[in-house]
């Protein structure tokens, strides 16, 4: 009888066939997830790779621990009573189909908003309404699919996690059987006669295929285990030919001791195998010592303002401790969890949930991470500093990127795709070639191309050289979203900067007023207002008034890039532009100025004399033979002149730019396939931050953090910009350097194994070498080209 599969699952169903839709499953549970699949429309499921399910486990009352408020609450990313996010562990996910059907939950779950899945890290988050579902529904229902999720309490309440230690394991096997059989075939290689031939010689042979047996079989199994899920998913990964060639030694030793036609090869095949493990165990402690992983330190300067005894101090974010009183202002990011004990919150939780309604929340009310707080400045209490990298989780949330592909992840993906097929070719082609010459060469070479010719080192090229100028850009204070951005700052051919934040710094500002005296509560009124904005010149103004005291002002309105109207005990205060404050553009005031109006009656405005940071002429001028340059602001044209003087001739400058004509600019240049960067202040120019190619934030020690942006720049280096560009031109070069190196080194190896000249167990030493090598030439090239950028 012919052996037939399950059309869900792809396992052999011969004992227990069951028909349905025209189509055959092994079990009742295959059949009920076709069915869930069916109902829901979800059928092209099973289009993206044959027979890509799991068999769904029995689960009656497994996860009623899940109805416990308070475990599920230590599960939990993000609840706010209305809305829960969690992150949940699948082993299962192996392919394209697992992805798909994880990421349209919702489609089976009209309670489930969105759900994203991390295939690297084999997760899933999950973001659902609480009150019409629940977290235990929700993992019976992934588990009903075949999806179920492991979860581990330890993991939640600091448990001691499992060390895995296989590998170790099986690299002893390995290395015991290999020398052992080494030493039993020291009388072969020595060609020892009489006594030991007619007694021992069939011993020894024997016991070193018992010795083989465990190396084989077990010191060896992650190989075929691999090439096996290789093959059932139609693909040939790397393993296939390893495999193939571990399979091809132990077939042709057993041949020659089971007939006594020779000792056979079971020294190169053990000592391959332990090679092989050895360059494995090398290759893991390399990449753990040269890891990129960043901690949360290590993204951006989330500066936060923190109140100690009535005085408002800015500190990091991983300064925060429970019980500290935070400060936050209109538009700025809530960093930790916390109770909101003054003032009323409207917080925008979209970054968090995908939902753009933003809550509402009184004094006492639990507030959460991730939040953006919308209406005016409140004050919290943190409840738990800041243990892990959330706030960069968000950051880089699939929902924030922009359709950005990295090009060498393109090449490498396309080598690594069609690498193995040629081996194998070469490999066949070859060992035809030798079997006519000499058979005894034959196999050797066979197993020898197989095993020298890597992909592994050109896999690893770019992740290792971008992911190592991650770190350095951190460690000079420019930190950047993911890799990608390298890539994309590199091919950048156009800047725009902004002027209010970016080019002017307000240290050193000189403010002046002109207008009609403010009385003590009018002042306090206005300082009460800009505490709550984060604008640079709001945060100038609020500065400059530091004897005056604050009070708890209501309907605060911000209108971003505009101004701000507040009101207190029936007096209205607006202040901004004058186009804001006075309906009309103010000619007569050629310097930046803030306008101040009572009760619709305009009372003076305060005049700022703009001071440029340092380096900003030439800067402009290292930048301007290779980019086209561009000044945008809000500002009138007071500065004009200035500008014209001092940066070079051709730059382009814009003035009484809103924040949508900022936008549009970007947009312009892009359709004439430029590629722009945007160099701007995280909250008044997200828009444009959103739109260009590259958007990087200027920080100056306030909570600018935006997904809007790709990178946040330090401002103490912001002369330094050119010189992080051209380190990223520099950084692409030496993964073409990688891939040059990688390839000669496979044509090299492979023509010593084609010739016959390499033993299978040099091979397997020099295979592992290859990627050691190349991510040791990455890491010092970036270093090197690190410190020139100090």
Known sequence: ??????????????????????????????????????????????????????????????????????????LLDFNDGNTQVVTLFIPHIHCSSCIWVLENLHKLNSKVSSSQVNFPKKTVRITFNSIKTSLKEIVLLMSSIGYEPYISLEDYEGGKKVVDRSLIYKLGIAGFAFGNVMFLSFPEYFQVDGFWIENYKGIFRWLMFCFSLPVVFYAGSDYFISAFKGLRSKILNIDVPIALGISVLFIRSSIEIIFDLGTGFFDSLTGLVFFLLLGKFFQQKTYNFLSF???????????VTRIRQNKEENVQIYDIEKGDRLLIRNHELIPVDGILINGNANIDYSFVTGEAAPVSKKSGDKIFAGGKQLSGVVEMEVLASVSQSYLTQLWSNDVFQKD????????????????????????????TYWLFIDVGVALNVFTSVLIIACPCAIALAAPFTLGNM???????KFYLKNATVVEQLAAVDSLIFDKTGTLTTHKENTITYNGIELNELE????????????????????????????????NYKEVVGKGIEVE?????????????????????????????????????????????????????????????LSVVSGDNEGEKKYLEENLPEGTNLLFNQKPEDKLEVIASLQKNNKIVAMIGDGLNDAGALAQSDVGIALSENINVFSPACDGILDASKFNKIETYIRASKKALQIIRYCFILSLCYNLIGLYFAVTGQLMPVIAAILMPLSSISIVIFTTISTNLLGNKIK
């Open 1 to 74: 009888m012919k052996s037939t599969q399950c059309y869900h699952c792809g396992d052999f169903c011969d004992d227990k066939l069951i028909e349905f839709d025209d189509k055959y499953f092994c079990c009742n549970g295959c059949k009920t997830v076709y069915e869930i699949f069916s109902k829901n429309d979800l059928t092209c499921y099973y289009d993206f790779q044959d027979n890509p399910g799991a068999i769904p486990t029995e689960i009656q009352g497994k996860y009623d621990f899940l109805d416990n408020n308070e475990i599920t609450a230590k």
């Open 293 to 303: 992983e960043r901690d949360y330190k290590s993204y951006f300067p989330i500066a």
């Open 404 to 431: 950005k592909k990295s090009s060498f992840k393109t090449i490498t993906d396309t080598i690594s795709k069609n690498f193995t097929i040629v081996v194998l070719f070469i490999a066949f082609v070859s060992t």
């Open 470 to 476: 991650l770190r350095i850009f951190g460690r000079e």
């Open 523 to 554: 002042k306090s009124i206005l300082k009460s207002s800009l505490r709550a904005s984060n604008h640079p010149l709001s945060r100038i103004l609020y500065n400059s008034l530091e004897l005056v005291k604050t009070i708890t002002i209501s």
């Open 568 to 628: 207190y005990n029936g007096i209205k205060l607006k202040l901004g532009s004058s186009s804001y404050v006075l309906n009309e553009y103010d000619k007569s005031t050629l310097n930046t100025a803030v306008y101040v109006s009572i009760d619709n009656d305009y009372r003076g405005k305060f005049i700022f004399k703009n001071s440029y940071r340092k380096g900003v002429k030439q800067m402009f001028n290292s930048l301007k033979n290779d980019y086209d």
